[in-house]
């Protein structure tokens, strides 16, 4: 691997008292996508909301492209190339998709430029380009998840952060999204962090894999790998029985510390 | 033919009040907040004007005093969520919608101090004038009002709808995470709202100055407005505009045709009926709020 594109080092995160992020390294390296697996309470959005300047880390690094951008603003994140996906899509419920997406551009000015990355995102979801009039909020569930990608989109990023796409989506959309991710990363060379609790789709789009566990990173190693990893196997994926596998987890946590 | 005449003065102050309405529902949009001073910005406004056009004061020509004192409102507007309310982030909403009770005593206070506690009037090339449409005698301010709100109210919505400030507007106002996320600067952002504010409170000052006489104490007329956004629909534009205007035209003909003791009350009556059989505004926009 060349030289990463976005290295993190150390980071802590704070919700008040409570620490989210105890040291996390992780490296991305362009054109590639990176997965962070992880439990509820894992700290995996933390993370992503630290990279995008939403939250600040107390201590450690994040450089992207050359240039340290821990503390930066949100909107100076943005500018420079890092746009996050949240999870549960939200997008902007009263305003058609057409705004939401002019939204997604909103640190672009040029109108040629804004206008082409409209027709790519149709173009990779036409179902959005078929309701372009139509209020967001009134959109199906996959329908949000497309334009909040489709939105991440338009900023032109050169890494998206897409905080578990698949939530609450049927496993027949979380396929067509995650093949449109593939192609994105394919056609476009788009940099992604996926993060996920959907271990399996996760691990078979991606390069590398994170585990994420109560703020550490536990585990990480080529997407193949992980995917056929005992441990693996038998947190994420469910291929033990539900004693074994709390049994497992504690033994787990106990050596990891 | 009375009735027509009482329907435009009527729609006249309705104007007024869903101006001030429009300020409420502009600064809860963009800040969850409600701003009880609202009512007296306009006030303010009022009296700036007056302080710029009266001869008594400073004197400078109508057409120049407009446009200078709106400028001062809507700096004013930006500076006090700049160095006001800013500092309140984080704070729950209650603490905010009580400073900004405070900090409309305040504004009543320095402008009794400015400008004493007499009534005042605007001197506004449109007073005493009047307009005949077919049998109709029309007071020319009161035609002035309307117009004036219309082009606002046109340019309003072709601001919010077509610039990307006015997109931003309504994207920090609906989902606030995601505007951070979208790399809006929310906080400025929410500085050109409060501008904004400002500046449609200064409107309202201006007409309701050249329609009658103005005293400190005008802005508590702020419940009356803000008794209209919620009539309308509190977080809704037009919602506020319709209930300013349901709000003016029910207060001449109540008058009229009510005794004077209960004809005051009727506004608020219908605010209660509203608030029972549609608790979220006669144009509420419920969908906003799913969180």
Redesign the interface.
Known sequence: MSEPILKIRNIETFYGPIMAIRGVSLDVGEGQIVSILGANGAGKTTLLKTV?G?MDPEKGTIAFDGENIHGW???N???KGI????EGR??????TVD?NL???A??LVDKMQIERDRDMVFSYFPALGERRAQ?A?TLSGGQQQMLAIG?GLM?NPLIMLLDEPSLGLSPILVKEIFGILGRLNEERGMTMILVEQNAHAALALAHHGYVLELGRIVMDDAADVLLNSEDIRSFYLGMKDEGARENRRWKRKKTWR | MDNAQLLVSGLANGCVYGLIALGFVLVYKATEAINFAQGDLMMLGAFVTIGLANTHYMGLPFWIALPVSLGIMGALGYLIDRLIIRRMFGESQVAVMILTIAMGFVIRFVAGLIWGHEPHTLESPFAGRDVRIGGLVLGMEDVAVIVVTLLLTWCLYVFFRRTRLGLAMQGASQNQLAAYYMGIPVKRVQGNVWALAGVAAGIAGILFAVRGSVDPSTGLMGIKAFAAAVIGGFGSLPGALAGGLIVGVIEPFASRYIAAGYSQVVPYALLLVVLIFRPNGLFSQVRAKKV
């Not at chain 1, 746009?83 to 949240?86: L, N, Y």
């Not at chain 1, 939200?90 to 305003?95: A, D, G, Q, S, Y």
């Open positions: 995008s939403v603003e949100p909107h994140v943005v500018r746009i996050h996906v949240p939200e997008v902007f419920p009263l305003l705004e002019s939204l997604g909103y640190t209020e909020g939105r900023a």
